[in-house]
């Protein structure tokens, strides 16, 4: 599906209605992560589904609504929840938000996400910064930027050296050390799910250097970047990835969920404070 401009300006034309915030900071939030929109103040709350073309989440732990309000002084957008490529929807579906962030005048964005541990080193609990990517769907041709490029918007090509802005990495590092939080910095591997990896795709994926694995945020990141947004990206390491065959064990949605419990006090101790003395 192609969105076209009378599509965006009716999305924009609903968020209006409902509050005159100009919002700075977009904040796209994950599995099991959404309590961390309870944070922000004076917030209005606009479910999806009263949003046209927003794709609406259909996976548990993802409430469904768009928050808009302030943090830590911040006129922050947030994502209570976001769609996935596996539902069913197109990459450009599943990226909609962000061009609305981009047209609500957001300058940066700040994603999270649950994520599989690829890294034998990383524990249940802990936070991974996402320094890089490795964009599976993407590089086999499921790209949220293919088809028709709009120069208005952004670059025909977009260089992705340098996709983490260093500024925000630098100050969530600063953040998490300040406040004893365990933190990583490492590659994600964005995979299209629904089903978790084989042992066999763990070992791969760990010898093409990914330290996490998911089922989202790198197409979010795709279109952010284009639009020219700075990024900021947490995983929240909710699962340590099984790599060999025969396991006693098995990944589950609902170990991804009973984690939050665990990660989202840190992401949002981490949030806050990237906010709260936000780097220029």
Same mark, same amino acid.
């Given at each position: 599906?192609?969105?076209t401009?009378?599509d965006?300006?009716?999305?924009?034309a609903?968020?209006?209605e409902?509050?005159?915030?100009i =919002?700075?900071?977009?904040?796209?939030?994950?599995?099991?992560?959404g309590? #961390?929109?309870n944070?922000i103040?004076?917030a209005?709350?606009?479910p999806?589904?009263?949003? =046209?073309?927003w794709?609406?989440?259909?996976?548990?732990g993802?409430?469904?609504?768009l928050?808009?309000g302030t943090?830590?002084? %911040?006129?922050?957008v947030?994502q209570?929840g976001?769609?996935?490529f596996?539902?069913?929807?197109?990459?450009?579906q599943?990226t909609? =938000?962000?061009?609305?962030?981009? #047209?609500?005048?957001?300058?940066?964005?700040?994603?999270t996400?649950?994520?599989?541990?690829v890294?034998?080193?990383?524990n249940?609990?802990?936070?991974?910064l996402?320094?890089?990517?490795?964009?599976l =769907?993407?590089?086999t041709g499921k790209?949220?930027l293919?088809?028709p490029?709009?120069?208005?918007?952004?670059p025909?090509?977009v260089g992705l050296?340098?996709?983490?802005?260093?500024a925000?990495?630098?100050k969530?590092?600063e953040?998490a050390?300040?406040?004893d939080?365990?933190?990583?910095e490492g590659t994600?591997?964005?995979v299209?799910?629904p089903?978790?990896?084989?042992?066999?795709?763990?070992?791969?994926?760990?010898v093409?250097?990914?330290?996490?694995?998911?089922m989202?945020?790198?197409h979010?990141?795709l279109?952010a970047?284009?639009?020219?947004l700075?990024v900021?990206a947490?995983?929240g390491i909710t699962?340590?990835?099984?790599?060999?065959?025969?396991?006693?064990?098995?990944t589950?949605?609902?170990?991804?969920l009973?984690a939050? %419990?665990?990660i989202v006090p840190? #992401?949002?101790t981490?949030?806050?404070?990237? #906010?709260?003395?936000f780097p220029?």
């Open positions: 599906m192609d969105y401009t009378a965006y300006e009716a999305a924009i609903v968020i209006k409902h509050t005159d915030i =919002p700075e900071i977009g904040l796209v939030l994950g599995s099991g992560l309590t #961390l929109a944070e103040e004076n209005t709350i606009i999806y589904e009263k949003i =046209p073309g794709p609406l989440s259909t996976v548990h993802h409430s469904g609504n928050v808009i943090l830590e002084g %911040k006129k922050v947030a209570q976001r769609a996935h596996y539902e069913g929807y197109t990459m450009k599943v909609f =938000p962000i061009r609305i962030m981009h #047209l609500l005048g957001v300058s940066t964005v700040i994603l996400n649950a994520a599989g541990g890294d034998s080193s990383f249940v609990g802990d936070v991974m996402i320094n890089d990517h490795i964009n =769907p993407g590089l790209n949220p293919m088809g490029n709009d120069d208005s918007v952004g025909r090509f050296a340098q996709a983490y802005d260093r925000l990495r630098e969530a590092r953040v050390q300040t406040y939080i365990p933190m990583h994600y591997a964005a299209s799910g089903a978790f990896e084989t042992p066999a795709e763990i070992r791969m994926l760990r093409i250097g990914a330290n996490a694995v998911g989202s945020t790198v979010e990141v279109v970047r284009h639009a020219g700075r900021m947490c995983s699962n340590k990835a099984i790599d060999k065959v025969d396991s006693d064990f098995e589950n949605h609902e170990e991804v009973e939050g %419990k665990v840190r #992401l949002t981490i949030l806050k404070g990237v #906010l709260k003395d220029a």
